[in-house]
């Protein structure tokens, strides 16, 4: 009877984890091609406040380079090179936080796609343990350029703003694809707290790190620096 039952839970087991694998590389899958209607973050904003969300969804082609560049040279300037996780920038935060400095993120844009994209916030280790996993989905499945495509329409860049075109039209009155180098990295500089920091009225920080990330913009080489992946 024990052996029997050992079985039995082997093939539940089984079953359960080929289930999982299906239900989670399935969206993987069609979205790789469709545009995502909405996200994890949008539907909990929506229902939280009680407000639609303005998103705007444009592809790649109607976004200005520079965009993209701020937001690599901002947020992960091993997007190109790296499969989802930057293991240098996990092991500089993780002995930041040993230090008890400032806790500095380490998330790779791709991880911020599986997390804003399919999940939900926290620091559970079941969220982070699931993230991991649709972040492997995703490099597996998608394109470097799917992937920035997916974020740059994505993220949150203000309250009640989702995606670069929203926050442009929002704030510069023209679409993503006029936008400078400039205004584009001043967008990049709030991706950190979109609802805390503010554009119109940029704090000494802001400005700082908007100047920070035009020179990284220049260090990396410009747009060139992304010219295998767009």
């Known amino acids: 009877m024990f052996r029997i039952n050992r079985k039995r839970l082997r093939r539940w087991l089984l079953r359960g984890l080929l289930g999982f694998v299906v239900i989670s590389l399935l969206p993987v899958i069609v979205l790789r091609w469709v545009t995502p209607p909405t996200s994890a973050v949008m539907l909990a904003r929506t229902?939280?406040?009680?407000?639609?969300?303005?998103?705007?969804?444009?592809?790649?082609?109607?976004?200005s380079p520079q965009v993209a560049l701020a937001v690599v040279a901002?947020?992960?300037?091993?997007?190109?090179?790296?499969?989802?996780?930057?293991f240098e920038a996990i092991g500089k935060a993780a002995r930041r936080n040993a230090r008890g400095e400032r806790l500095r993120g380490a998330s790779t844009l791709t991880q911020q796609v599986a997390r804003n994209l399919f999940l939900?916030?926290?620091?559970?280790?079941?969220?982070?343990?699931?993230?991991?996993?649709?972040?492997?989905?995703l490099e597996l499945v998608w394109s470097k350029r799917r992937i920035?495509?997916?974020?740059?329409?994505?993220?949150?860049?203000?309250?009640?703003s989702?995606?670069?075109?929203?926050?442009?039209?929002?704030?510069?009155?023209?679409?993503?694809?006029?936008?400078?180098?400039?205004?584009?990295?001043?967008?990049?500089?709030?991706?950190p707290s979109p609802r805390r920091y503010r554009i119109?009225?940029?704090?000494?920080?802001?400005?700082?790190?908007?100047?920070?990330?035009?020179?990284?913009?220049?260090?990396?080489?410009?747009?060139?620096?992304?010219?295998?992946i767009l």
């Open 148 to 160: 920035l495509e997916v974020y740059l329409n994505i993220a949150e860049m203000g309250e009640r």
């Open 120 to 137: 939900w916030q926290g620091r559970s280790y079941l969220r982070k343990g699931l993230e991991a996993w649709m972040t492997a989905l």
């Open 47 to 63: 229902v939280a406040e009680g407000h639609t969300q303005d998103y705007r969804w444009v592809p790649l082609d109607a976004i």
């Open 74 to 86: 901002a947020e992960d300037q091993k997007f190109p090179q790296h499969w989802g996780f930057d």
């Open 200 to 228: 119109n009225e940029p704090s000494a920080y802001i400005s700082e790190r908007r100047a920070w990330i035009l020179q990284q913009m220049t260090l990396l080489g410009g747009t060139a620096y992304l010219q295998k």
């Open 162 to 191: 989702f995606g670069i075109e929203a926050a442009s039209r929002r704030h510069y009155g023209q679409s993503a694809r006029n936008l400078s180098r400039e205004q584009a990295a001043l967008l990049a500089a709030i991706l």
